[in-house]
């Protein structure tokens, strides 16, 4: 079984813009031979606020195995791990009511 053991994130917002990195630990909670530890986990995410209705995301992850988790999941933890994807939010504002 594995955990999130530890992560951090940090975020910067200015105007209409985010960008928000998040980097995790892994470790196994169950008892196996070699050591706990996994391997690490970074992600980015690029976020703009186009306008009210249109949200722009994209991001990208790296994952950094540690031998460990070649083991527990086979596979080559030499290998390169990532991934990225992207995003468009449309959320049209097609009635409105208000109670006077």
Not at 4 to 19: A, E, G, I, Q, V
Not at 22 to 36: G, S
Not at 38 to 46: K, P, Q, V
Not at 51 to 80: C, H, L, P, R
């Amino acid at each position: 079984m594995l955990r999130w053991w530890h992560y951090t994130r940090k975020t910067c917002k200015k105007s209409n813009t985010n960008l928000d990195e998040l980097k995790k630990e892994l470790i196994a909670i169950n008892n196996i031979e070699q050591d706990n530890y996994l391997g690490t986990e970074i992600d980015l995410t690029l976020g703009y606020k186009a306008s009210k209705s249109i949200t722009f995301n994209a991001g990208y992850s790296q994952m950094f195995a540690t031998d460990t988790m070649e083991v527990i999941k086979s596979g080559d933890a030499s290998k390169v791990n990532n991934w990225a994807w992207a995003m468009i939010t449309f959320k049209p504002h097609f009635f409105s009511y208000t109670n006077n």
